[in-house]
């Protein structure tokens, strides 16, 4: 079945809901790695919950999150109503891995662990900065964040020199 292809007028507003997407999911992550640095200067007990739920606002509610289905959406539409198709690149089957694994790394972990850490500030005070679990979860929340935003800013240049083109002819 021949499915109906989008317009030039039609791409190029494709294109800027992508990027729309593509900033507000590549620019908060980096926003939230260059936080989670900050976190390890505070000493204030209050500052730091302050900070860990603004986190979870920026990552779960307003930026990142509504970023990254933004692009897995209007990547969807790209695949289904435009010749860029699925598999027919390289550079797309890859962005593909990234983009499915990326999402459900930070939904079933990144988020978690961040969420924790917001608990975890309010519930201990100014125990916080000794506490083990909150020392533990801090570690691995900033440092798997700052390699999944270190892929994400790699994706972009994936996105634009786009190599292994066409894998498919038809
Ligand atoms: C399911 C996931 C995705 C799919 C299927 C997809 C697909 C596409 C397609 C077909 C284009 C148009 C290329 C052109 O007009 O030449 C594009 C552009 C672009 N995408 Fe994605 N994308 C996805 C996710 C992402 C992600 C996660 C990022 C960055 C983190 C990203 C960054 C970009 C950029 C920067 C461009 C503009 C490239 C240019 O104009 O040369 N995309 N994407």
Redesign the pocket.
């Known amino acids: 079945m021949n499915r109906p292809m989008l317009g030039s007028r039609a791409l190029r507003w494709l ?1 800027c809901f ?2 729309l997407a ?1 900033s507000c ?2 620019g908060g992550a980096v926003a939230l790695t260059v936080l989670a640095c900050h976190r390890q200067f505070m000493d204030d007990a209050a500052a730091l919950y302050g900070l860990n739920v603004a986190s979870c606002v920026v990552d779960m509610q307003v930026v990142v999150l509504p970023g990254a289905y933004g ?2 959406v209007t ?1 969807l539409i ?2 289904l109503f ?1 010749r ?1 198709g699925f598999f027919r690149h390289g550079w ?1 089957i890859l ?2 891995i ?2 499915v694994a990326a999402i459900l790394f930070g939904m079933l972990y990144l988020g978690p662990w961040e969420e924790a850490l917001r608990d975890l500030s309010l519930e201990l005070g100014p125990d916080v900065f000794t506490n083990s679990e909150y020392l533990r979860v801090f570690s691995l929340h900033s440092r798997w964040g700052q390699i999944q935003a270190f892929v ?1 800013v790699l ?2 240049f994936l ?2 020199f786009k190599p292994w083109k066409n894998l498919r002819t038809k």
Do not use: D
Request: with cysteine; proline share 0%; net charge positive.
């Open positions: 294109k992508h990027l593509v999911w590549v692009c897995l990547g790209y695949g435009t860029f797309l962005k593909w990234i983009t994400l994706t972009i996105s634009v």
